[in-house]
């Protein structure tokens, strides 16, 4: 699978976005499938491009192996969502909801060194529980979970050898469905 991901960051280079209020993330995302997930300064958005304007590269074969066997679903996805983390690379509390249809499971596959993922309710206010993603953990928000807040706390270093510089790959699929 890292193989198969090593041609699709060829393809569509990993980029740092920036927030629509203009705060650099820290981790570098880049996509596959027919649609990929972006962020600029125009807002937070599906579009059928990378930023250089090349099309998305195919959702490799292995991804799509993993979302048959655990969707629930026919249908394939729309969307392969790549994330890099180096070590000090976090992801804040939020919900996946610019999707058109939240009966879709959202399926994420992690690779790398491991992170603490911290999940909570489908309100902000309702507690969170944390627990950390090793390489090779697929998790699915499913059903009630679909809309649970949930985010990257940190990275532990040193916590993986498959990827030679280390860090974290975290793959999310989605069918998009836009409104
Ligand atoms: C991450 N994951 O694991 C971030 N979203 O790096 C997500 O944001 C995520 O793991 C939706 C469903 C599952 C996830
Ligand atoms: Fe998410």
Not at 52 to 65: F, H, M, Q, R, T
Not at 142 to 166: C, E, F, K, N, Y
């Amino acid at each position: 699978m890292v193989a198969a991901l090593r041609a699709v960051v060829a393809a569509a280079p990993l980029v740092q976005p920036v927030t629509p209020g203009g705060r650099q993330m820290s981790v570098r995302m880049t996509a596959a499938g027919r649609l990929g997930w972006v962020s600029d300064r125009q807002g937070y958005r599906y579009q059928d491009r990378h930023p250089s304007g090349a099309p998305w590269p195919a959702i490799p074969d292995e991804v799509l192996a993993v979302w048959r066997r655990v969707a629930g679903t026919p249908r394939d996805p729309d969307c392969c969502l790549v994330n890099y983390y180096d070590t000090a690379a976090r992801m804040g509390l939020h919900q996946d909801r610019d999707e058109g249809d939240f009966s879709f499971p959202v399926v994420s596959i992690s690779l790398g060194d491991q992170a603490l993922f911290r999940l909570g309710g489908q309100s902000r206010a309702e507690g969170t529980q944390s627990f950390w993603l090793s390489s090779g953990d697929v998790l699915v928000l499913g059903g009630a979970s679909r809309l649970a807040w949930h985010g990257i706390d940190r990275v532990r270093p040193g916590s993986s050898t498959l990827l030679p510089r280390g860090g974290r790959i975290n793959l999310t699929l989605r069918v998009v469905d836009l409104p």
